[in-house]
């Protein structure tokens, strides 16, 4: 079953000279099983989107349903078991490392599973297998989470979300601030998870992770959303006015062509699949 | 959470906006000193001698115009009334304990509204004055909430420091640190939106861990609460680092001479911001001090034709 958001308008500070409405009449579907990008320049919205997949902020009009759960403007209609649904749906912040916490890496992975109803032996099995995933080795398990390095604080409060086991993954900005060779470790792991069955929601500035990673893209404008569509047919339009920037591989495989090349744009993803295509070009001719 | 809009400046443009910080702190103090004036009138006690007890007629007609004034000020200046119920409705509890605390423990001296009910078997006895003096503090406590909030929803909190530190400025004489304790009052009043939005933010990043802060018992709550606060000590510690760090490399020197880029002016309005709360407190003083006058102009009017 899907994320629908049918509708959804938000206002920050409702009622007072502040208001700021920061969604305007959001309609959007993210099916299950997808790797979806929202994108848009700051300030537009995205964070605040995303912040109702997990009910974090109730719509001031409308509705989002995930999965059997409700998160409506109308007080009545919402589904009250908050702690199911944020089981259901894991949500990593922009710089999620300021919520870590415990003495321990391994007990502050744990403490999610463990309010989600898991016993202290199994939430720590599971915040060790996360542990690993994230890339982080037994070494770290009984270290202090403060006094770890910027990147790696970072993978442990991936690794808390990871350890509940949510079934859609939703992640703001992960890279921001981190090293290009860290970005896509960060990258790769997501990928990994969405490769075991997990849908990953991801909110991004870097157009070269959307056209690596993503199969679907929601841009948004000013708190609206501007367009539904995937990667390839994005990038072929004008999206500066979004303040978005074309990927580096896309730009090179335009210029390769416009040298006389002949690949098939559509279907390159990464270095790769950009060779798969050469190869292929070279054989037609 | 959404109680802490309580005292936060609500950016509006009304009359008492406009004033200047420093005549708006003078006359809600003057205000305030108003709240707490007492009013006795002689009475004949059990025993036949004459006692000061508190004057209960005026002290309602009193502190209910005092009541009706901070309620016109909130209006004039735009605040809602409805977030000023709200957090009346938190104070009930504080009536039923101060109400309790009356009734065992009675201040009066002599009982002037009567009996309210008699447990013969206890020998105890429940006076209705005792219901009038929590009801005198409860009123005193709502007027106290509304004249700061007038002051606090009005004033940008710089500007707050800005007149504090005016106040302070004769206290340089005596090596007193105005500057330097202003510019601590103005990073304090700073950082308190953004401690509120890092909270929030550490709230809901807690949250989607499965963090229930407001279910739950007490166990849970406490983890929840630990949750919260430890990475709020850790984020407000980076801070504070960073902004001496920052200070100190713009050459920030607390003792230096310095200019201010708002300067503070009194106009015309801010005759009346001094004139009408000044021209109260010496009415309510004086009528404290001497209630005949009261009973005699006031009461009269209104008891006898
Ligand atoms: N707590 C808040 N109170 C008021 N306005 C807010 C709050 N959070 C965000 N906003 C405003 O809502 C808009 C959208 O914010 P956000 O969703 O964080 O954008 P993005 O994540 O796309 O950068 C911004 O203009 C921001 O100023
Ligand atoms: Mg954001």
Same mark, same amino acid.
């Given at each position: 079953?899907p994320v629908?958001?049918?509708?959804?308008?938000y206002?920050?500070?409702?009622?007072?000279?502040?208001?700021?409405?920061?969604?305007?009449?959001?309609?959007?579907?993210?099916?299950?099983?997808?790797?979806t990008?929202?994108?848009g320049?700051?300030?537009?919205?995205k964070?605040?989107?995303?912040?109702?997949?997990?009910?974090l902020?109730?719509?001031s009009?409308?509705?989002?349903i995930?999965d059997?759960?409700?998160?409506?403007?109308?007080?009545?209609k919402?589904t009250?078991?908050?702690?199911?649904?944020?089981?259901?749906?894991?949500?990593?912040?922009q710089?999620?490392?300021?919520?870590?916490?415990e003495e321990?890496?391994e007990?502050?992975?744990?403490?999610g599973?463990?309010?989600?109803?898991?016993?202290?032996?199994d939430?720590?099995?599971?915040?060790?297998?996360a542990?690993l995933e994230?890339?982080?080795?037994?070494?770290?398990?009984k270290?202090?989470?403060?006094?770890l390095?910027?990147g790696?604080?970072?993978?442990?409060?991936?690794?808390?979300?990871?350890?509940c086991?949510?079934?859609y993954?939703?992640?703001? &900005?992960?890279?921001?601030?981190?090293? $290009? #060779?860290g970005s @896509?470790?960060?990258? +790769? *792991?997501?990928? /990994?998870?969405?490769?075991?069955g997990?849908?990953?929601?991801?909110?991004?500035?870097?157009?070269?992770?959307?056209?690596?990673?993503?199969?679907?893209?929601?841009?948004?404008?000013?708190?609206?959303?501007?367009k539904?569509?995937?990667?390839?047919?994005?990038?072929?339009?004008?999206? &500066?006015?979004?303040?978005?920037?074309? $990927? #580096?591989?896309? @730009?090179?495989?335009? +210029? *390769?062509?416009? /040298?006389?090349k002949?690949?098939?744009?559509?279907?390159v993803k990464?270095?790769?699949?950009?060779?798969?295509?050469?190869?292929?070009?070279?054989?037609?001719k | 959470?959404?109680?802490?809009?309580?005292?936060?400046?609500?950016?509006?443009?009304?009359?008492i906006?406009?004033?200047?910080?420093?005549?708006?702190?003078?006359?809600?103090?003057l205000?305030?000193?108003?709240?707490?004036?007492?009013?006795?009138?002689?009475?004949?006690n059990?025993a036949?001698?004459t006692?000061?007890?508190t004057?209960?007629t005026?002290?309602?007609?009193?502190?209910?115009?005092?009541?009706v004034?901070?309620?016109?000020?909130?209006?004039?200046?735009?605040?809602?009334?409805r977030?000023?119920?709200?957090?009346?409705?938190?104070?009930w509890?504080?009536?039923?304990?101060?109400?309790?605390?009356?009734?065992?423990?009675?201040?009066?001296?002599?009982?002037?509204l009567?009996?309210?009910?008699?447990?013969?078997?206890?020998?105890w006895?429940?006076?209705?004055?005792?219901?009038?003096?929590?009801?005198?503090?409860?009123?005193?406590?709502?007027?106290?909430?509304?004249?700061?909030?007038?002051?606090?929803?009005t004033?940008?909190?710089?500007?707050?420091?800005?007149?504090?530190?005016?106040?302070?400025?004769?206290?340089?004489?005596l090596h007193?640190?105005?500057?330097?304790?202003?510019?601590?009052i103005?990073?304090?009043?700073?950082?308190?939106?953004?401690?509120?939005?890092d909270s929030?933010r550490?709230?809901?990043?807690?949250?989607?861990?499965g963090?229930?802060?407001?279910?739950?018992?007490?166990l849970?709550?406490?983890t929840?609460?630990?949750?919260?606060?430890?990475?709020?000590?850790?984020?407000s510690?980076?801070?504070?680092?960073?902004?001496?760090?920052?200070?100190?490399c713009?050459?920030?020197?607390p003792?230096?001479k310095?200019?201010?880029?708002r300067?503070?002016?009194f106009g015309?309005?801010?005759?009346?911001?001094?004139?009408?709360?000044?021209?109260?407190?010496?009415?309510?003083?004086?009528?404290?001090?001497d209630?005949?006058?009261?009973?005699?102009?006031v009461?009269?009017?209104?008891?006898l034709?």
């Amino acid at each position: 079953m899907p994320v629908k958001f049918a509708d959804v308008s938000y206002v920050y500070n409702k009622k007072s000279p502040m208001a700021f409405e920061a969604l305007k009449h959001i309609n959007i579907e993210i099916k299950e099983g997808s790797f979806t990008a929202i994108v848009g320049r700051t300030g537009c919205g995205k964070s605040t989107l995303v912040s109702h997949i997990n009910a974090l902020l109730n719509p001031s009009e409308g509705e989002v349903i995930i999965d059997e759960f409700v998160n409506s403007a109308d007080k009545k209609k919402r589904t009250k078991k908050l702690k199911d649904l944020r089981k259901k749906v894991g949500l990593v912040f922009q710089f999620p490392e300021y919520q870590l916490f415990e003495e321990t890496v391994e007990k502050d992975v744990a403490f999610g599973p463990k309010n989600f109803g898991m016993k202290e032996e199994d939430a720590l099995k599971a915040a060790h297998e996360a542990l690993l995933e994230v890339g982080l080795n037994e070494g770290f398990f009984k270290r202090s989470p403060f006094e770890l390095s910027g990147g790696e604080k970072r993978r442990v409060s991936i690794a808390g979300i990871l350890a509940c086991k949510p079934n859609y993954l939703v992640v703001d &900005e992960p890279t921001a601030g981190l090293d $290009p #060779l860290g970005s @896509k470790d960060m990258m +790769d *792991l997501f990928e /990994k998870v969405h490769q075991a069955g997990t849908t990953i929601i991801l909110v991004t500035h870097d157009m070269n992770l959307v056209l690596n990673y993503c199969d679907s893209v929601i841009v948004m404008d000013n708190g609206e959303v501007a367009k539904i569509t995937d990667p390839i047919s994005l990038f072929g339009e004008d999206i &500066e006015k979004y303040s978005l920037e074309t $990927p #580096l591989l896309y @730009k090179l495989v335009k +210029d *390769l062509n416009a /040298k006389g090349k002949d690949i098939d744009v559509a279907k390159v993803k990464d270095i790769s699949t950009l060779l798969d295509q050469l190869r292929i070009s070279k054989e037609a001719k | 959470m959404k109680n802490f809009a309580l005292g936060r400046y609500i950016p509006y443009n009304s009359f008492i906006h406009k004033l200047d910080p420093r005549v708006k702190i003078l006359g809600i103090v003057l205000l305030m000193v108003c709240v707490f004036l007492n009013f006795t009138h002689p009475v004949v006690n059990d025993a036949g001698e004459t006692v000061k007890a508190t004057y209960w007629t005026m002290t309602a007609i009193m502190q209910g115009s005092v009541f009706v004034l901070s309620i016109l000020l909130l209006w004039i200046s735009h605040m809602s009334f409805r977030s000023v119920l709200a957090s009346l409705r938190s104070l009930w509890f504080t009536l039923i304990f101060l109400l309790v605390i009356y009734i065992l423990v009675p201040t009066q001296t002599v009982m002037q509204l009567g009996l309210a009910w008699r447990v013969e078997a206890w020998n105890w006895s429940v006076y209705w004055d005792s219901f009038a003096d929590a009801g005198k503090i409860m009123l005193r406590l709502m007027n106290m909430l509304m004249l700061t909030m007038v002051l606090t929803g009005t004033t940008k909190p710089l500007d707050l420091t800005y007149a504090l530190e005016w106040y302070m400025a004769p206290l340089k004489v005596l090596h007193f640190p105005a500057a330097e304790v202003a510019m601590t009052i103005s990073i304090a009043l700073r950082f308190i939106p953004t401690l509120l939005e890092d909270s929030m933010r550490i709230m809901k990043a807690q949250s989607s861990r499965g963090v229930d802060f407001a279910h739950g018992n007490i166990l849970k709550r406490i983890t929840g609460v630990t949750s919260l606060i430890i990475p709020l000590f850790v984020s407000s510690f980076l801070r504070s680092e960073e902004l001496a760090n920052a200070m100190e490399c713009r050459g920030y020197d607390p003792r230096a001479k310095r200019t201010r880029y708002r300067l503070l002016k009194f106009g015309w309005r801010d005759i009346f911001g001094f004139i009408i709360p000044a021209a109260l407190l010496g009415l309510y003083i004086w009528w404290s001090v001497d209630s005949s006058v009261f009973t005699q102009f006031v009461l009269s009017g209104v008891v006898l034709p």
